[in-house]
């Protein structure tokens, strides 16, 4: 009797052994796993440590020409930009970077750097490798910040830099907010979809998801683009290497290219409403909620 117990005993204590172990391996695997990320994001945060923020303004707009230089209470919108992107703190440097001698003029006369690009960009992401070009000084990460966007948020380019810094596959970051219904079906309000993991999947100017009813669903997070994005340098230098995209030249959005190559793309979401100005009408608009909320 007491030989089986015994065999039964040790074969026990054997298998707990063995299972303590495996537990314990299992743990230090997975905490290997969390230091590896962590260590990574940190180096990738510190590697990619020197920001170059560039406003892209061009005169020749086929929707709305001399865009940047439309007055928005007083003064041209490309200075209430460049105004509100000098708040931000992860930036080292500002430049506009144009192809019009009258957008320079006005930029150099309130106080912005300015670089100028050739009129053959075929759109901001290639006016900004145009400037990044021109400096002797090495950056890291270019943050191309729109021109149109008058009241963008200090904290957005801010937080595009940090999430490129902390996605180490990633060599481009951008930014969305929710979608307002009466947006849904305007083409000039990108829409974007992203993975479980915060990664773009894809952008596009109709609505995305499009359900089965052919309706907006008023319950579904629909996410828009809020147009700023941040590269890593390197990547931004290959950019004009790569072929146009068929879904790029379809939809006309440069964001696309990126994706179709296999690029990799995190996205932030914030609590923004979107102030683009991409028709003159939008001018009233802006203006209107700026006195509203007394924004000299």
Known sequence: MSGPSSSSSVSDGTNRSWLAQGLLAGAAVAAAAVAYTVISRRRSARLRCHVLGIIPARFA???FPGK???????????????????????????????????????CLGFGAD???????????TERCNKALQKFKKKFDIVVNIQGDEPLIEPEIIDGVVKALQAAPDAVFSTAVTSLKPEDASDPNRVKCVVDSHGYAIYFSRGLIPYNKSAKVNPRFPYLLHLGIQSYDAKFLRKYPE????PLQLEEDLEQLKVLENGYKMKVIKVDHEAHGVDTPEDVEKIESFMRERNLS
């Open 242 to 245: 790569l072929a146009p995209t």
């Open 68 to 106: 940047p230089l439309v007055p928005i209470l007083g003064k041209p919108m490309i200075q209430r930009t460049w105004e509100r992107a000098k708040l931000a703190t992860t930036l080292d440097q500002l430049v506009v970077a144009t192809d019009n001698e009258k957008i320079a003029e006005c």
């Open 61 to 63: 707009s086929s929707r």
């Open 114 to 124: 300015v670089i100028m690009t050739s009129d053959t960009c075929r759109n901001g």
